[in-house]
């Protein structure tokens, strides 16, 4: 794994470790043959830090990030949760390890179309154990103006941020992007980006986003490259840039 531009000055860097894989490998049989889509990824990812993945399609991070969260297994390796490691557990526990730290933000909003935004973001906090009010949430990500508009009332960019409260209401350790601002352009996708930072600022949740696109990188503390199935690339931002300077 390569390393580069490493900063001198790590005073901003964390060192305790949220997530670390050791020969992650994961190989999907299909009628045309196996596919490798991790190749022995060993990383350590850390506490409070935002960490975004860069590749394109067919590198191996959603994989990567489905595996972090709890989703699919590794057909070979091991991936350690702070001091657990999440391949010795069964689906039970999983389920339990997804509901309690981890929150997911995907793509696609998934809102369901006949609930509010606060009724939204409420199907997550009435089975978590130590929730953020869905108002309280909203406002986190700029939407306290919105809570009790449909989504069909709402822009894209309006229901990714609707999307973000709904996943960092439960007040998850982990917080696992992917492609959030796939489906936006530019200046919503840089609103949504936004929400995303100030949760990382104000709650503390280790982040880790996936994209394909390398001007959002700029707002990482460390960028991970990925290519065919392995890292090919770790740099450590020397200073990062506020979401909402972002530009591509």
């Not at 860097?13 to 190989?27: D, M, N, P, S, Y």
Request: aromatic share 6%; charged share 20%.
């Amino acid at each position: 794994m390569a390393v580069a531009s490493e900063s001198s000055d790590k005073s901003h860097i964390q060192t305790e470790i949220a997530f670390r894989t050791i020969g992650l490998t994961k190989v999907y049989e299909t009628e045309a043959g196996a596919v490798h889509a991790l190749r022995g990824v060993d990383i350590e990812l850390f506490k409070g830090e935002t960490t975004v993945m860069l590749g394109p399609s067919g590198s191996g991070k959603s994989t990567f990030l489905n595996i972090l969260g709890g989703l699919d297994r590794p057909t070979a390796g091991q991936v350690y949760f702070q001091d657990s490691e999440l391949t010795n557990f069964d689906d039970a526990f999983l389920t339990q390890y997804r509901r309690r730290h981890v929150g997911f933000v995907f793509q696609f909003y998934n809102l369901i179309p006949s609930l509010t935004a606060r009724e939204n973001v409420e199907l997550v906090t009435e089975i978590s154990e130590r929730p953020l009010s869905a108002a309280a949430a909203l406002e986190l990500v700029g939407m306290g103006h919105r809570v009790d508009h449909f989504p069909a009332e709402l822009s894209g960019g309006e229901q990714q941020r609707v999307a973000v409260a709904r996943a960092v209401a439960k007040r998850p350790d982990v917080l696992l992007c992917d492609e959030p601002t796939g489906a936006l352009d530019s200046k919503t996708g840089v609103s949504v980006l936004e929400a995303i930072e100030q949760v990382n600022r104000e709650l503390g949740t280790t982040t880790v986003l996936i994209t394909h696109n390398a001007g959002i990188a700029a707002m990482a503390d460390r960028v991970v490259s990925f290519a065919d199935g392995r890292i090919a690339d770790v740099q450590i931002n020397k200073q990062k840039i506020p979401a909402g300077t972002l530009k591509w």
